[in-house]
């Protein structure tokens, strides 16, 4: 059937991230023929768009991928971007996996029997196709980004590396998920004023009654709910990265940890009127949301050792500043660069299957993407609410490639 | 949930959101004020007629407003200031949001009273210092709630109130506003 030159496999794998090898790993134990194709290197996100002092936010006792386990000395630690490249080659290298690199993946379409993949270096036959390309291929900017006067340098996390590429004076990070204050944070540090405009987000301590926040989230079962028990998925799928950092002081940086290192706090970016930002008057708002958020959280963890040993403890409620500015001149020189610490996207401009909904997403169940034989792991609480951690992509991974096979078997 | 009455359709609410999603032209709506000068900085403003949901709407009955500037400011106080009626519009829209989100969480309210106070300089609109203000300067809003529910979900019944609130949104973000002579 179809062109004999082409080469035919049952499987293509897309990205050889964690999710890709995690995914090759299960399609090897089946004898399942497959390649990972991937447009760089291995990990290669974690190798090219991160900034410098960027460590994982999960402890490395939970880094673990199938069949392998974080063995070295600092199990309380976190892992630097260089560890975790070493850590997914590792992996990459003992599980065998059919890695291709250098080879970028330019369509995907559908034909009578699978998907035809073409990349930089051929087209490949696959019955079935994994997307493990990840969910944050590019930076998501607010539309307001273009009213933004020339005299301001603009840079998004995939640009930016350390604090001394941007200008010297005010730096304005907008968004507070853990990029956000954590650029915020070091960019203070550096000595160049940090205002953080700041919209919902999610407050967490980096650690509660003894142990890291994350212990908790993995003991309480909280990170093992499951996509069909969250109440609104769409919601949960959305939610920004929670207000964590991974440094060797297990420090917490909340709002309240940027507002004492001297952090201007303001509300959401609204708008560029006249060469002047807005900020929305909410802010006092997105704090109460936060707060009670993270309290609920926590009574969570309480009642999951309830009897134990040890007192609940509550962090105090995020402070609002006296006074929040709600507007900036943003041609007076006080603010130099704007950090857009707003979020980021899967692309999937290559994908020419129907399966994107009007704004954008892939439609996927659980996984299962609304295409026979077509599978994506790796997204935001794809099939539970730990699926985007790297210790989460085990369960994930393994149950996907459980129906891969099934769908292969049934149509032998 | 069943025995939770505080008179809000709920579930109508969460069936609108259903089939808004799929039509986002039907939640399109236009809401319409007509004012008329009396006398004075008196005026009176109707509101009956409405668009949405892809058809002109109707009130049930015409509203009729009168806004006037009082005593103290040499006017003849025909009826509230105009930036009170923003005030009528944040208190009702954030106790509507409270009985909603109360309905939909399970909770009974017994009493939902507030407070609505805005900080208004003067200076402003006189035109007596260019660096104040026209409008306010700061907003409070202070619930008090007797409901069946422990005070954090109170506080969360109205965090959320004010997450989905129009008037909420409407006074703290800026708003593209057009004025023309027809």
Redo the contacts between chains.
Sequence with gaps: MGDPTIERVATVVIGAGHAGLAASRFLTERSIDHVVVERGEVANSWRRERWDSLRLLTPNWLCRLPGQHYAGPDPDGYLTMGEVIDFIERFAILSGAPVRTGTNVSSVRRTDDGYRVTTSRGEIHARTVVIASGACNRPALPPVHDAVPASVEQVTPFDYRAPEKLPDGGVLVVGASATGVQLAAELQRSGRPVTLSVGEHVRLPRTYRGRDVLWWMDASGVWDQRYDEVDDLVRARRLPSPQLVGTPERATLDLNALTAMGVNLVGRFAAVRDGRALFSGGLRNVFALADLKMQRLLDTFDAAVEGEAGLPERPAPTRVPESTRLQLDLRSGEIRSIVWATGFRPDYTWLDVPVLDAKGRLDHEGGLVASPGLYVLGLPVLRRRKSTFIHGIEDDAREVIDHLAGHLASRQ | MTTVENGVNVQALLDARNVLKDAPEAAQFTWRASSKWQHGVHSTTRIQQFFGLGAEQTHKTEAVFDADHPEVFAAEDNGITPIEYLLVGLASCLTAGVASVAQNRGIQLRSVESVVEGQHDIRGILGVDGDVRNGFNDIKVTFNIDADASK?EI??L???S??RSAV??A????TNVTVEVA
């Design positions: 954090q506080e969360a109205v965090a959320q004010q997450k909420f949104d006074l703290t973000n800026p």
